[in-house]
């Protein structure tokens, strides 16, 4: 049996293709090499370069699906070395903490925090008023580009659905929802003018944090409500 060579690596590490195919796998599943061309318009030799890459560092592994009559596909899933991938920012994070709150007067030190921690891994363009599915599209951008492989949908006539397939600080928001209140509020403001809405949520066990933005007046923080996303999308 192969050693398995589990790193305790973070998106910050893995640069490039390997990014990608991760980012893919954590949003649509298993995937086949002749998948990866199609999605990410890249060559099958680097599709499989990638792949025997992320392999070895054991953060996928394969599995054989059936495909009708004859042999079955090969295909490619995250192990949990992988899934780790998306939530590893605990350490910079705590470090981050301890700085903050040791010169801090403020009430809630972890508000604080939790903002210093958004303004350190985001970067938006000016508000602008327009559709809300082009400011949404923005927001999904700042946010995927920090790590939490934002991505915008069209939802309706004149709304969108930012979907967010990573949390780096799941496990920290699980026990201090305040990270995900500012999450919220920085979203808000960034859409102002737009009605915002939560409406799945990683740390409360869904595949994503999913936001409904909607034409129309901002914006008051709404509780998470547990839909799951697969209907929260549609």
Request: proline share 6%; hydrophobic share 40%.
């Amino acid at each position: 049996m192969r050693e398995t060579r589990e790193r305790d690596l973070g998106l910050d590490h893995i640069k490039g293709t390997r990014r990608n195919v991760l980012a893919l796998l954590r949003r649509n599943g298993p995937v086949t090499a002749a998948g990866l061309t199609t999605h990410l318009r890249i060559s099958l030799s680097g599709a499989r370069q990638a792949l025997a890459t992320l392999e070895y560092e054991a953060l996928i592994e394969r599995r054989f699906v059936p495909d009708g009559p004859g042999r079955p596909r090969k295909a490619f899933r995250l192990t949990r070395a992988g899934e780790r991938v998306f939530l590893s920012d605990s350490r910079d994070l705590a470090g981050l903490a301890i700085e903050r709150i040791a010169g801090s007067g403020e009430p809630d030190p972890l508000e604080g925090v939790a903002r210093a921690y958004f303004e350190q891994r985001l970067r938006f363009g000016p508000p602008a008023r327009v559709l809300a599915a082009e400011q949404a599209r923005g927001a999904a951008d700042a946010f995927s580009a920090g790590g939490f492989f934002g991505k915008a949908e069209k939802a309706g006539t004149h709304g969108a659905l930012i979907c967010l397939y990573a949390c780096p600080i799941a496990e920290i928001a699980r026990s201090f929802p305040v990270f995900c209140e500012v999450e919220h509020e920085i979203l808000a403001d960034q859409l102002e003018g737009h009605d915002l809405k939560r409406i799945a949520h990683i740390p409360a066990g869904d595949e994503a944090c999913v936001y409904r933005v909607a034409a129309g007046r901002a914006h008051g923080v709404s509780a998470p409500s547990g839909q799951p996303v697969a209907s929260a999308a549609k």
